[in-house]
């Protein structure tokens, strides 16, 4: 593209809103490239930075918040303002999913913990089963989201019926619409089995946490007692996939999420010891592709052998959460949040001090690690144990990164997210 026709370009793609000026990015590489190059994007509103953990350790106390420096004295994980609302009860805090910067809590509300912005959900019809509920949003597209609620397998219905159905009936919420519907969505392909084969797990229609929401599918996974499969639902043909688990590890599946180059699953075989698989999907081809074969036990005994006191993440202090809840949030603050990041020298890639090997060790000491999530725009995964100590792990280059420490008085935790702020103060439906 010749320097004139560019600078056309660029002048009426500079008077695009927001959300119009992500889509143009799809046009073509010359359009994404010219709109990248002259930073036209307010990207320092859109959720592209993982700069906190989000987490819950039981259902009654409101999520918690481990997080760089910086964002710790910005953001609050804190719902009190959510006490407005004559639903919110003492369990109504917990959390369901995360997707984008956009929390979906117990009773039926979304949350931007960041702006502060909170939208409850109308009652419908769909059952109360909380844990079958997903939220769909991306802010480079639309202001708006969606809420799955995709119903649990039946224990009323003949053991032979093949399952999932086709059509398959979920129940969707839509901020457009601001209203509950049912929606009936195509199988192409193959049923998992029948509904005693998908049964099989004592717990395999509960608990569905961590679905993945990557370029218009929501990925959600069911749990079997060797492997699983999980849904792959195409939001806008209303049509689904069923896609068998990897069957690579000895234990069930231990984390579902998004990831850099698209959706990853981490098993868990052991107390220390993982394998990550990547879902290779191109031209109608589809399979899963083992990534990394982890053993944190090194890194952990490093960690206690050296005596890390602190890392560059911090779990948020009590006091810091009350004195936030007394500010406004308005472009000033989001312009400090941002200049204060970019000043804390916290990168994801850096070859720092609390760097920690992976060479082999003796099994000896055997920590009980979790798997806390994927960012979702590098190829790393955060893991920590019950003593709360938290690491980041580097696919590519096996690195293992030591963040900090999460306080969590040795319970375990019962969710967690990778959080990355999303300060876009168009919530529909917000209070």
């Known amino acids: 593209m010749d320097m004139e026709r560019t600078d056309v370009l660029v002048d009426i793609l500079r008077h695009l809103p927001p959300r119009i000026l992500a889509a143009s990015r799809c046009v073509c590489t010359s359009w994404r490239a010219t709109v990248d190059h002259h930073r036209l994007l307010r990207a320092d509103l859109l959720p592209l930075s993982v700069d906190a953990v989000i987490w819950d350790k039981d259902t009654i106390d409101a999520p918690m918040l481990f997080a760089r420096r910086s964002t710790a004295r910005y953001i609050t994980s804190r719902l009190d303002y959510l006490e407005e609302d004559p639903d919110y009860g003492m369990y109504a805090g917990e959390m369901r999913d995360y997707c984008n910067g956009l929390l979906l809590i117990q009773n039926d509300t979304v949350v931007n913990p960041a702006?502060?912005?909170?939208?409850?959900?109308?009652?419908?019809?769909?059952?109360?089963?909380?844990?079958?509920?997903y939220l769909a949003y991306d802010p480079t597209i639309s202001p708006h989201y969606e809420v799955f609620f995709i119903p649990r397998i039946p224990h009323d219905m003949a053991c032979s019926m093949e399952w999932p159905p086709s059509p398959y009936t979920m129940y969707v919420f839509s901020s457009k619409t601001?209203?509950?519907?049912?929606?009936?969505?195509?199988?192409?392909?193959?049923?998992?089995?029948?509904?005693?084969?998908?049964k099989s797990h004592p717990k395999s229609d509960e608990n569905l946490y961590y679905a993945a929401y990557w370029q218009g599918s929501l990925y959600v996974p069911f749990r079997q007692i060797h492997g699983g499969f999980l849904l792959r639902i195409n939001l806008s043909s209303d049509k689904y996939q069923v896609i068998e688990l990897p069957k690579g590890g000895i234990r069930s599946l231990s984390r579902l999420g998004k990831s850099e180059k698209g959706v990853y699953c981490v098993l868990k075989n052991g107390r220390c010891?993982?394998?990550?698989?990547?879902?290779?999907?191109s031209g109608g081809l589809i399979d899963w592709v083992l990534k990394n074969e982890i053993n944190l036990e090194p890194a952990w005994r490093e960690y206690f052998e050296k005596h890390i006191d602190e890392g560059p993440w911090i779990s948020q202090p009590d006091d810091q959460k009350e004195l936030l809840l007394k500010n406004d949030v308005n472009l000033k603050l989001v312009a400090e949040y941002n200049e204060a990041v970019e000043k804390d020298d916290f990168e994801w890639d850096s070859d720092d001090e609390n760097v920690l090997s992976t060479a082999g060790w003796p099994k000896k000491y055997n920590p009980d690690i979790e798997c806390l999530g994927f960012h979702p725009y590098k190829e790393i995964v955060l893991f920590h144990d019950h003593n709360s100590a938290t690491v980041a792990y580097h696919l590519n280059s096996s690195k293992v990164r030591y963040l900090g420490e999460m306080e969590h008085y040795y319970s375990f935790i019962e969710i967690s997210f990778p959080y990355a702020p999303c300060w876009t103060m168009d919530l529909p439906g917000s209070k």
């Open 273 to 281: 010891t993982f394998q990550v698989w990547f879902l290779y999907e």
């Open 178 to 198: 601001e209203c509950w519907e049912e929606r009936s969505f195509m199988r192409q392909g193959d049923a998992a089995g029948t509904i005693d084969d998908v």
């Open 115 to 133: 702006t502060r912005q909170w939208a409850p959900l109308p009652r419908g019809d769909c059952g109360r089963c909380h844990n079958n509920r």
